[in-house]
């Protein structure tokens, strides 16, 4: 299970991470360069563990990012705040933003609802994946 968490959210990191240097307010998120960047290398991790890691590599990766993953949406909830971003030149309010770089790296309340979707999936996938499936 976790070898296939990894290569389908690899490839969904992959995919978001180049569709948001084309529409940085794609649903309602905040994706910046350096957004769209760690969700590239995100998922080229992700893929590398999908496809040439051990089961039990795999599954230490679903669970480290789990943790981070849904860690960062309910700080992102915590910290937030209404605001207004100016990620990729757009006007975008969010009730709930967070700059966690000014201009580079904000988190708004629709990335904190998907960093939150993420770690749960992330972390199902290792607790369901076994130490040798």
Same mark, same amino acid.
């Given at each position: 299970? %976790?070898?296939?968490? +990894?290569?389908?959210? !690899?490839? *969904?990191? @992959?995919?978001? #991470?180049?569709? =948001? $240097? /084309?529409?940085?307010?794609?649903?309602?998120?905040?994706?910046?360069?350096?957004?769209?960047?760690?969700?590239?290398?995100?998922?080229?991790?992700?893929?590398?563990?999908?496809?040439?890691?051990?089961?039990?590599? %795999?599954?230490?990766? +679903?669970?480290?990012? !789990?943790? *981070?993953? @849904?860690?960062? #949406?309910?700080? =992102? $909830? /915590?910290?937030?705040?209404?605001?207004?971003?100016?990620?990729?030149?757009?006007?975008?309010?969010?009730?709930?933003?967070?700059?966690?770089?000014?201009?580079?790296?904000?988190?708004?309340?629709?990335?904190?609802?998907?960093?939150?979707?993420?770690?749960?999936?992330?972390?199902?996938?290792?607790?369901? #994946?076994?130490?040798?499936?």
């Amino acid at each position: 299970m %976790a070898k296939l968490v +990894c290569k389908l959210l !690899g490839f *969904v990191f @992959l995919i978001v #991470g180049v569709a =948001g $240097f /084309v529409a940085p307010g794609l649903l309602g998120t905040h994706l910046s360069m350096a957004h769209n960047v760690v969700h590239i290398v995100s998922g080229v991790i992700a893929l590398y563990f999908g496809f040439a890691g051990s089961a039990a590599a %795999a599954r230490g990766f +679903c669970l480290i990012f !789990g943790v *981070v993953y @849904l860690a960062l #949406g309910i700080v =992102g $909830f /915590v910290l937030g705040h209404p605001g207004a971003s100016m990620i990729a030149g757009m006007m975008l309010e969010d009730s709930k933003l967070w700059k966690v770089i000014p201009g580079t790296l904000e988190l708004g309340k629709m990335d904190h609802i998907v960093h939150c979707l993420l770690g749960v999936v992330f972390l199902a996938g290792g607790l369901l #994946g076994g130490r040798d499936s």
